[in-house]
């Protein structure tokens, strides 16, 4: 016999989507959409509790290989001793973090898919599945004005913008789009986004920050979105700028079509096609964004994380692709169920990792304010930090500063890890 597991759920009805869906898979021959789209999936089939019920796990464990990624990244020990691919491009250009955060929204994309889908399949009218998806968005974004709130507690500096007030803003914009257009109307609004983003940044002329007026000047602070942003929300803006944000209001359309793209890989997840057939098309499709990524970077705008710009969307859209592709294809669709079984195993910390991800995205996000917030006495008698304690203790090992610092993330994502194996062990599954 296997037990129950325990889905804490907060004040949302429709649970089972986006960051924190685990299996949210529609049965054989479910319709989506108006225009009756046939999505049967031909997936997984371990269910919870001993029950056969369809899931993705290769969506889970992609899922857990970005909250880990995010984990580390956002956690070294030294802010000024980092290895290069575990850090932000300073401005154009991409590294290994750039990933973390479009993967995000991708996997919510795919999810939604899946989510929406069952919804209609249980008969719900689709106002009521909107205004559950909206609902759910705002405890997102809530969520995140939580933790910028913490720990200065002030209104007056509070940082409007953030990674989960974005992807609540790209549910809500996205929401109506999944669920009243079509294949085509999808495929035209995410082009239509990034379209769209790039004439206002290329035509429009506005105001820097100190008054000098220029159209397409795709410079820190000199962009139509920065304008908006210093107009909207000037003080509440990301501190290390001040006079712009990553997060930035303009910059949500092209980060709604990212989502989009995964919606579209959702939906052919769900189609009828074999898995071989579904992974080699995802592989090109990878491979096709990729080179059109690089393209629009040379004669469009640059690969550009902070603005979002079309090249970086199209060419993080191809990676995400190429990745779950692999992943789909080793977990989900191998022909040899050896192969399967293993990676599964394998996979399973990330697994852990994925089916809690919203929580350990906010929990991580949450230590990390207390350890840098609490002080202790160092040696020499003075208060510092906890986090500055502990990284002075790792500093005693015979390592380079830079390796102390990886050291501390990779300690801290372990810490991270223990506590989504615990939650797992005790089939605990937090969902908004």
């Known amino acids: 016999m296997h037990s129950e597991p325990e889905v804490i759920q907060l004040p949302s009805p429709l649970a089972g989507l986006g960051l924190g869906e685990r299996g949210a898979m529609a049965s054989v021959g479910n319709v989506f959409s108006q225009a009756k789209h046939p999505l049967s999936p031909a997936l997984s089939h371990e269910g919870r509790g001993g029950h056969a019920a ?7 464990v992609f899922r857990g290989f970005t909250i880990a990624a995010m984990v580390l990244v956002n956690n070294p020990g030294d802010w000024g001793h980092i290895y290069a691919p575990l850090r932000h491009a300073a401005w154009n250009g991409w590294t290994f973090t750039d990933w973390i955060f479009p993967f995000f929204l991708f996997i919510c994309g795919v999810s939604l898919t899946f989510s929406i889908t069952r919804a209609f399949a249980s008969g719900a009218a689709k106002h009521t599945i909107l205004f559950q998806l909206w609902r759910r968005a705002a405890i997102i974004v809530l969520i995140g004005l939580t933790l910028n709130f913490i720990p200065a507690f002030s209104f007056e500096t509070l940082r409007y913008p953030g990674v989960l007030q974005r992807i609540g803003l790209c549910i809500v914009v996205a929401a109506p789009i999944v669920i009243w257009c079509d294949l085509r109307g999808q495929v035209v609004w995410a082009v239509g986004l990034v379209v769209f983003y790039a004439l206002v940044q290329l035509l429009i002329p506005v105001p820097d920050a100190n008054g000098v007026v220029g159209a397409g000047v795709l410079e820190p602070g ?6 908006i942003d210093r107009a909207v929300m000037s003080g509440h803006l990301w501190v290390q700028a001040k006079t712009w944000d990553p997060e930035g209001l303009l910059s949500t359309a092209p980060a709604v079509a990212s989502l989009l793209f995964g919606v579209l890989t959702g939906r052919w997840l769900q189609s009828a096609a074999a898995p071989a057939t579904k992974t080699a098309w995802m592989m090109v499709a990878g491979l096709l964004a990729l080179w059109i990524g690089v393209i629009l970077d040379a004669l469009l705008m640059p690969i550009n994380k902070s603005l979002w710009t079309p090249s970086y969307t199209v060419l993080m859209t191809g990676w995400a692709l190429l990745l779950l592709a692999v992943i789909f294809w080793l977990i989900d669709a191998c022909d040899f169920a050896r192969v399967r079984v293993l990676s599964a195993r394998i996979a399973r910390p990330l697994e852990m990792y994925g089916v809690n991800a919203l929580f350990i995205f906010a929990f991580s996000g949450l230590v990390a304010k207390m350890l840098g917030y609490f002080k202790v006495p160092s040696d020499s008698g003075t208060l510092i930090s906890v986090k500055a304690w502990l990284v002075a203790q790792l500093s005693q090992l015979p390592l ?33």
């Not at 369809?54 to 889970?60: A, F």
């Not at 000199?222 to 304008?227: M, N, P, T, Y």
């Not at 610092?405 to 605990?428: C, D, E, P, T, Y």
Request: aromatic share 14%; no cysteine.
């Open 54 to 60: 369809p899931r993705l796990l290769s969506l889970d």
């Open 222 to 227: 000199r962009d139509v979105g920065a304008f």
């Open 400 to 432: 380079s500063p830079v390796n102390v610092s990886l050291l501390f993330a990779v300690l801290f994502n372990l810490s991270m890890f223990a506590v989504a194996a615990l939650l797992w062990q005790r089939k605990i599954f937090i969902k908004v």
